[in-house]
């Protein structure tokens, strides 16, 4: 009974009456009923005088709090939870499909529930026979998080509001879709040798149904590139199976596609409860990854699948031509591998071909890792994929079919999302990868793709600067400069009017009070209007916490985030990485209990930075200026450098941490932001009785030891020590991979001739040679020399001077054989007048 008037109270004063009635069919007794209507009226009172989440979620109330802040400092409204929902699983693929529950908020087994999704998509949803509330995922031509509102009344009013996580197909964990086995054989089905039946196979907890139905489904974009008019659309085309066992695979033998859906070239399998009609939108379904449909496509593929995409292969460069031209727009590939994976605020991984995950690189033969650049370009949201060796160095589309190529259309789309060529996923499929396999793999005319798509060299190129922040902590700016400060307040760590960019840290003491030493606690940042991202060691240390405008992100089930504004990463509860539209990237790291931040900005931020981190110019004496514009005098000065800390500590209205604890409002939201009773020790004790002493030597060595010694003898912790020793050394590793390359350019193999070398990197030696029959003029041997010049001259191949005079003999003779013949028929028409002459003559005599 009491459980029954505890979910009551968690709604709305119309629905608690509903409930009233409810409960008192099961109460049994007028007592208990009065004392239940007693108990609402009071919570009716209460809502109505406005102490009620309905309507109030992520705001902060007189007497209690809807704000996600909430919940830890025990402030919430009673209905709370039941408004401000949160739902399992939160995420699924922007296919739609997924059925999810709402957590913490009890439905009446009448209810009619509609959930909507973005505003403008609504999914009808159902109660359980446990009053659970569930929803059921629409298509989205969108990924990230999509505001979610949900109506028990079928669509009258939508009290309850949370948030879902649509995800991009290909960044989807495996186990959450349906997955074709042998996937090459399904999208090389008719070609040449490639035939059979088919199968796929799906995690049967994904469709909750003993029977389902197997339906294609196909994707195309329609209306005038670029124009209004340009839409895209999913469309349900036949079923492949119906009224199947759920029994988790099955197999078919394709057969050509009927006239009419030959031309859906793009698609994928849905899986579905076989109780829906076909094709019906919003039901819970198991999706493949979207592919090519050559097992689909009509007689005439199969007839002659070479043939078939050439006519494609055509079609496309016509209308490659005919579209405006976006590979200006795009950012250069970096020179290397490893400037590649050390640049993370700009390119990011392509779950494609991945070097950590065995580099199965389908599209991109002879390289073992790709990237791509994470943000689409401006005005038309091309992307950019680079392609690397495995010696590092860029993989060309001039030198190899599997070089980098450039996208008119993004793979992971770019907001606002919803319209071509921003649909994440299938507008990259329409106009880069379905032509790949027209003119590459289905047929052999790859150099009408790559007159498109060329890949672009890295002569562009700048790398980023880098900063870090570590251990006690510990600071290198992005010139270069070390200091250690040891301040206890909230600080700027980076901060640019010119780009709007913010980045704040915050400091705890080490091990409470005793020791006089503090460590990072977290980093909070934002640019321009994006979400606040807060980074923030868990309880006990033992993780990073992810704060997205001051509510707590779970990574349990995706890794990767598009937000408003930003992108995260975090692969582990130990690594995050944070990217921004302006290519700044932010990494934070948990090495052995200790918190390291590396900031990396691009070159567009050259002298535009303040704070902890200094000023990003390439000139380290001007890199620690005090928040006032004046310059620290003395680098070496301990406490000048606390100062100069000091000084930059965030204002109150400046601040972008949450303060969701008792701890946390104390120490620092109710504080001075800058502890001035806090002094640190601000050098090294040595003392040959100090028991961690041989443990320093032992740990501490070589170049940045003082930070690894000052964490051991005066933060007395060896582990502190250790981890700064190991984010020095990453720090100084990443520099490293930063360093400029000079590039000297693609070099073509002169006509008629080859080259031996695909690396245009300075120092690279490019070797060419000719064919038999011709002879080298030029350079045989050319260096790619510091200037990003080839050393030597211009390369061709000509023909031997002995095979020129037998060319040249050949063409006299042909000239004098063609005047003796024009001389003789000249004389024969000549004699021929004459004779002519004569007869005439003759006859007018006679006459």
Known sequence: MLSVLCLCLGLSCRTSLECVAETSAHSGTMERFTAIIFVLLVACICRTSGQTCEGNCGTKLTSCSCHPTCTALKTC??????????????????????????????????????????????????????????????????????????SSDNGTTFSRVGAWLSVHTGKLDSQFKAALVNSTRWQYYGTPNVGGSLEMTWNTSLVRAARVNVELWGYRETGEPYS???????????????????????????????????????????????????????????????????????????????????????????????????????????????QARADTGRFHTDY????????????????????????????????????????????????????????????????????????????????DVLSFYYCCLWSDNCHYYFNHRPSSDCRRYQSPSSAAVFGDPHFITF??????????????????AMKKLTIQGRTESVNGTAIKATQLSAVAMKEASSDVIEVRLGAGHDGLQVLQNQKTLSFTEQSWMDLHGVFVFAPTSANVTVMFPTGAGVEVRLIQGTMTTTVLLPEEFKDSTRGLLGKMNGDASDDLGLSNGQAVQNHSNPEELFSFGASW???????????????????????PRHDHTFIPVFSVPESPDDPLGEQASEICSGEGSQFCRFDILVGRSPRMGNATRV????????????????????????????????????????????????????????????????????????????????????????????????????????QKRKAARANQTCTSEAF
């Open 352 to 431: 494609g071909c991945d070097i950590e995950k065995g580099s199965v690189c389908t599209y991109h033969p002879g390289s073992v890792h790709c990237v791509r650049a994470i943000q689409a370009s401006p005005m038309y949201a091309a992307g950019q994929q680079c392609c690397y060796d495995s010696t590092g160095a860029q993989v060309l589309t001039a030198d190899s079919i599997g070089g980098s190529t450039p996208d008119r259309a993004h793979d992971w789309g770019s907001p606002p999302y919803k319209r071509p060529p921003r649909i994440p996923g299938q507008s990259h499929w329409v106009y």
């Open 77 to 150: 409204c009673a209905d709370y939870k039941a408004y401000c929902v949160e739902i399992s699983p939160y995420s699924g693929t922007s296919f739609g499909g997924t059925d999810f529950i709402v957590l913490d908020a009890t439905f009446n087994i009448s209810s009619q529930v509609v959930c909507r999704f973005n505003n403008n998509t609504d999914a009808v949803g159902y109660v359980d026979e446990n009053s659970t509330g569930h929803c059921i995922s629409p298509l989205l031509y969108e990924t990230g998080w999509i505001p979610l509102h949900i």
């Open 479 to 496: 010139d270069g400069v070390s200091y250690s400060f040891n301040g206890k307040g909230e600080y700027t760590l980076v901060t640019s």
């Open 228 to 338: 209004d008019q340009w839409q895209g659309e999913w469309e349900y085309l036949y079923s492949l199976a119906k009224d199947q066992p759920n029994s988790g695979s099955f197999s078919f033998l394709p057969k050509p596609a009927e006239k009419g859906f030959s031309s859906w070239e793009l698609g994928s399998v849905r899986v579905s409860p076989s109780a829906y009609p076909d094709g019906m939108w919003n039901v819970q379904a198991a999706w493949t990854e979207d592919h090519a449909l050559a097992w689909h496509l009509e007689e005439k593929f199969r007839q002659n699948s070479a043939v078939w995409a050439l006519d494609k292969c055509l079609a496309w460069d016509q209308l490659e031509n005919q579209l405006p031209n976006f590979l200006s727009e795009i950012i250069d590939c970096p020179c290397t591998l490893a």
């Open 727 to 830: 984010s020095f050394q990453s720090h100084i590793s990443l520099v490293e991979d930063l360093k400029p390359v000079t590039s000297c350019g693609w070099l073509s193999p002169p006509i008629n001739g080859k080259k031996a070398g695909t690396t245009y990197l300075q120092g690279a030696t490019v070797r060419l040679s000719c064919d038999d029959g011709y002879t080298l003029s030029g350079s045989a041997e050319r260096v790619c020399q510091q200037s990003g010049l080839w050393s030597g001259e211009e390369t061709s191949c000509v023909v031997p001077s002995n095979l020129t005079g037998i060319v040249a003999g050949s063409v006299i003779g042909a000239v004098a054989l063609i005047v003796i013949i024009t001389t003789i028929v000249l004389l024969s028409r000549k």
């Open 649 to 671: 500590a965030v204002s109150n209205m400046s601040a972008l941490f949450t303060y969701d604890s008792a701890y946390l409002l104390d120490t620092y939201y109710h504080a």
